[in-house]
């Protein structure tokens, strides 16, 4: 069953146009719902890769907080954040990629 957009009354008869959402937009109505499934999964990636790189650089100026030779720091640069980082930055192009020309184009 389709959603109705929007309903308006016209004069003192109270008739109502009912306007369908799905109308304006004739893609939205073909596309397969199986593309549609793979887009909200990516998307939903890139927003955790995104929270993922943020983080990721956030660690990255708590370690720089550390003095040089200080134990904590001394172990968070043993765990190579910028190797994580680029990782993370190739992820995150590869999938906007893929969001914005989904057959490679």
């Given at each position: 069953?389709?959603?109705?957009g929007?309903?308006?009354?016209?004069?003192?008869?109270?008739?109502?146009?009912?306007v369908?959402?799905?109308?304006?937009?004739?893609?939205?109505?073909?596309?397969?719902?199986?593309?549609?499934?793979?887009?909200?999964?990516m998307?939903?990636?890139?927003?955790?890769a995104?929270?993922?790189?943020d983080?990721?650089?956030?660690?990255?100026?708590?370690?720089?907080?550390?003095?040089?030779?200080?134990?904590?720091?001394?172990?968070?640069?043993?765990?190579?954040?910028?190797?994580?980082?680029?990782a993370?930055?190739?992820?995150?192009?590869?999938l906007?990629?893929?969001?914005?020309?989904?057959?490679?184009?």
């Open positions: 069953m389709r959603e109705l929007w309903r308006r009354m016209f004069g003192g008869r109270h008739r109502e146009v009912a369908d959402r799905y109308q304006s937009d004739p893609r939205a109505a073909s596309e397969p719902q199986a593309a549609k499934g793979r887009r909200v999964v998307a939903e990636e890139l927003r955790r995104e929270l993922l790189r983080r990721l650089e956030g660690l990255k100026q708590v370690v720089k907080s550390y003095p040089e030779g200080h134990a904590t720091r001394a172990l968070l640069d043993g765990l190579d954040l910028d190797r994580a980082l680029q993370v930055e190739e992820d995150i192009e590869r906007w990629d893929h969001l914005l020309y989904p057959r490679g184009t």
